[in-house]
């Protein structure tokens, strides 16, 4: 490293006992998904369908971690990981999507969690990341309210078996992805597009929730758990107008309630935000008593951001005027960087976002821990003249120092930010954009599994390492 980035690297401290660590999910990087008895998740069907995924890939062996479990975690210990995200894969846990457990699938996340343990690195466990059980799909899936009962029922096998080892939960994994891109749009599994038809998944999965958290706190302290903590994850973007214009600031106004506030209104002030900009006046599939479990106290929220949102009042005759949406999707400010996402790099913004929750929710916001924020570039490797490979990603390691110093920002600001885990640990299998995009701080060959650590894990392991200084 040279000396300029070592003395600006001094000056981006976090508050001591801050946690650091990197997040993955179960479907992205662990393949074998016919092992040990594991089931069909919505999202093997969806690659397996011509057309879904950008490349034709498919997740059957994805970055290999089921097996290589152990080398990732090497890979965490040497970086000085704090904690690790991960997810836990239901279809292991319930083959079907409901009865009894499948030992063989919580003995791998035993074993899994225990050699986390032995290297010192804390878990952080999501316990669902997208990977409905396929059977539960063809009930309706999270259209329906029964799939929540059967997400609570799999969080309490999960406890059950895990609870004297793993203290912190995360319950989902951005809601507003599964509802929009899954359900409305259908980008993502299952796929479908019906619009604002999906509206029902919101309360579906956020009545989950809350019935998750009451079975992870009835489930209660273990030894060898710690305290337990619960959270939610949810994604949130910084929603800028294209202009100060009155049809653009209520364009905005409309994008940042579907995308943002319907998932966290509910879960910290027990109330939907008004829809009536959407023609509705009331949220559907709402019973007596489920505002009151979604609201539930948390410990922690869960906050993954990446990029702020521009958007604009639809254009007669757009096709988003014509789907009837009150928004449309703008260009960012000229000369604004893009990742390889075409995603606009903008550390302001996501300060501005840390400061609006706190500002709009005050004191029923719980501490905040950012539970993915990161980058994906095109990766070039080239031989690290040592007769090994190296990656410079020099601009995933400009992403990050200007993502972390925005939190440095929001905490100066009063913002309660705990921890920051980066998307993520290594490249993995990027959803519909198939292995186009990579994230990792290590690169992973998809052919061979081999693991290289590019310039952004020496990066972040020496800034995690400075801190203790
Ligand atoms: C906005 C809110 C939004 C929140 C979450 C804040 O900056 O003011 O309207 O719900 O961010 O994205
Ligand atoms: C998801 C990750 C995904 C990342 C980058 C988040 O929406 O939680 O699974 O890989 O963004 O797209």
């Known amino acids: 490293m040279d000396a300029s980035s070592a003395g600006a690297m001094e000056s981006l401290r976090l508050p001591a ?39 034709g890939s498919n997740a059957l062996v994805a970055a290999d971690s089921y097996r290589r479990y152990r080398d990732d975690i090497a890979l965490l210990a040497d970086l000085g990981a704090t904690d690790y995200r991960f997810s836990i894969s239901w279809p292991r846990v319930q083959p079907g999507g409901s009865g009894p457990a499948n030992a063989a699938g919580l003995d791998h996340y035993e074993r899994f969690v225990d050699a986390l343990g032995e290297a010192g690195i804390a878990p952080l466990a999501t316990l669902y990341h997208w990977d409905l059980p396929q059977p539960l799909e063809d009930a309706g899936g999270w259209l329906v309210r029964d799939t929540a009962s059967r997400y609570a029922d799999y969080v309490g096998l999960v406890l059950d078996r895990l609870g004297d080892r793993v203290g912190r939960w995360i319950t989902l994994n951005e809601p507003a992805m599964t509802t929009l891109e899954g359900y409305a749009l259908g980008t993502q599994a299952p796929g479908r597009t019906l619009m604002l038809g999906a509206l029902p998944t919101v309360h579906h999965q956020l009545l989950g929730h809350g019935l998750a958290v009451a079975a992870i706190r009835a489930s209660g302290a273990r030894p060898g758990s710690g305290p337990i903590e619960v959270g939610i994850t949810n994604n949130h973007t910084l929603v800028v107008p294209a202009s100060e214009e009155a049809a653009d600031l209520m364009a905005a106004g409309a994008f940042d309630l579907i995308y943002n506030r319907i998932f966290i209104d509910p879960v910290l002030t027990g109330a939907y935000p008004d829809l009536s900009a959407f023609g509705l006046a009331e949220f559907p599939g709402v019973e007596p008593g489920d505002l009151e479990a979604i609201s539930a106290p948390l410990d922690f929220y869960g906050v993954n951001s990446y990029n702020p949102t521009y958007v604009a009042a639809p254009a007669e005759g757009s096709e988003f005027a014509l789907a009837g949406l009150p928004f449309e999707p703008a260009a960012p400010p000229e000369g604004t960087l893009v990742t390889g996402f075409d995603w606009p790099v903008v550390p ?41 490979l190296a990656v410079h990603d020099a601009d995933r390691i400009a992403y990050l120092d200007g993502h972390l110093r925005a939190v440095a920002a929001a905490i100066e600001q009063g913002v309660d930010v705990r921890g920051y885990f980066v998307w993520s640990l290594m490249d993995n299998f990027e959803w519909a954009q198939g292995y186009t995009q990579r994230f990792g701080l290590v690169h992973v060959d998809f052919e061979t599994g081999d693991r290289t650590r590019k310039d952004s894990y020496a990066w972040y392991r020496d800034l995690i390492a400075a801190q203790a200084g």
């Open 17 to 55: 006992g801050f946690r650091w660590g990197a997040a993955t999910a179960a479907f992205q990087i662990e393949g074998s998904t016919t092992a040990d008895g594991r089931g069909p998740s919505i999202w093997d069907t969806f690659t397996a369908e011509p057309g879904r995924v950008i490349d």
């Open 348 to 388: 302001g913004a996501f300060a501005e976002l840390l400061v609006g929750l706190h500002r709009d929710y005050g004191d029923v916001l719980p501490p905040v821990v950012i539970t993915e924020n990161g980058a994906s570039y095109v990766d070039e490797v080239v031989p690290d003249g040592d007769g090994g």
